[in-house]
């Protein structure tokens, strides 16, 4: 039962999916970056985004797997992650370039690509002597990112209506909720057997630094 948990937070909280979690916080605590956006335009800017950080990855993994190039869909060696990396490699980088061309994206989400495209090739690096958690990576990331967004875009608190009542939830409260999930996956990929400790301890400095290195660029 506890693998089928550990299993499921893995699932949930893959790394691929940490850039549309990164999009839907900077929704939450500061809506009016994509105030220049029509509700169209701001659809198929997450439609192609979440395609191409998350949704080609996955076919071309899918294909690799089908092919023989790797051994399973959870790269237990690290010989198994090297084509997935330089698949999600183009990706990001391929994002990473539009969205600093881009006028009219908001910094945020450019520091925070870049920042994980960084971590992303630094984590290819180590790859070549040992593993590194590429989960951790992404929560790593996404905790430094969100420090950067209320540091920088923030009102201190998110308001929301519900059912005629307004409630305010404090940004804190977030960032603890963000601690906490990120000790969830740090353990489950422990439970799943599938890291020892010092990889996932090096993949959320990874995904910090990263996250760090970014800012000093786009800021």
């Not at 169209?40 to 191409?52: D, K, P």
């Not at 089908?66 to 183009?90: Q, S």
């Not at 790593?140 to 009542?165: D, E, H, R």
Request: hydrophobic share 55%; proline share 2%; net charge positive.
């Amino acid at each position: 039962m506890l693998k089928v948990f550990a299993n499921l937070v893995s699932i949930i909280f893959h790394p691929l999916y940490i850039l549309t979690y990164a999009y839907g916080l900077l929704l939450l605590v500061n809506p009016f970056q994509f105030a220049n956006y029509t509700k169209t335009e701001q659809g198929i800017f997450f439609i192609s985004m979440v395609m191409i950080s998350a949704v080609i990855p996955i076919i071309g993994v899918l294909m690799m797997r089908f092919l023989g190039l790797i051994n399973g869909l959870e790269m237990k060696n690290r010989r198994d992650r090297i084509g997935p990396f330089i698949i999600i490699g183009i990706c990001y980088l391929w994002l990473t370039v539009n969205f600093i061309n881009s006028n009219q994206i908001s910094d945020f989400l450019t520091s925070f690509m870049l920042g994980a495209t960084i971590s992303l090739f630094v984590g290819f690096v180590i790859n070549v002597f040992e593993k590194i958690s590429l989960h951790t990576i992404g929560m790593g990331g996404l905790l430094a990112g969100y420090i950067i967004l209320i540091n920088k875009y923030s009102y201190g608190s998110i308001s929301f209506v519900w059912s005629g009542t307004e409630y305010n939830i404090h940004l804190m409260l977030i960032f603890v909720l963000l601690l906490l999930i990120s000790g969830l996956v740090a353990t489950a990929r422990l439970i799943l057997g599938a890291h020892i400790p010092r990889e996932v301890y090096g993949g959320f400095l990874v995904g910090l630094v990263g996250q760090v290195i970014a800012m000093r660029i786009i800021f």
